[in-house]
Nanobody
């Protein structure tokens, strides 16, 4: 059974940090580029970041570039998102995704290619 479990979210003050984890089962993440996306209440899902199979290529949305870092540990079948300098605008449910297509490259979020099926983890940034 294919499964991903996102964890690590919580309530933090502006400027704080969180590290999200995406633990996969039923497939090996090193077969896919992986990504993180988020959805805030009343808004469409947006891509946050993605990483190639080897970790040699990463991509970030302009809104998080310089603050977030995506990484992967293929041996643990896990993908991470380190989030620093958090802003209230980062408040959303965060999901991880396997990205269909080229495993050695990833680009902007494409809902047809980014396959997410976990429950997500809530990140709330508030004073």
């Amino acid at each position: 059974q294919l499964q991903v479990v996102e964890s690590g979210g919580g309530l933090v003050q502006p400027g704080g940090s969180l590290r999200l984890s995406c633990a996969a089962s039923g497939f090996t993440v090193d077969d896919y580029a992986m990504g993180w996306l988020r959805q805030a209440p009343g808004k469409e899902r947006e891509g946050v970041s993605c990483i190639s199979t080897s970790g040699g290529f990463t991509n970030y949305a302009d809104s998080v570039k310089g603050r977030f870092t995506i990484s992967r540990d293929n041996a643990k079948n896990t993908v991470y998102l380190q989030m620093n300098s958090l802003k209230p605008q980062d408040t959303a449910v965060y999901y991880c995704a396997a990205i269909l297509g080229r495993p050695d490259y990833c680009s902007d979020y494409n809902e047809a290619l980014w396959h997410s099926w976990g429950q997500g983890t809530q990140v709330t940034v508030s004073s």
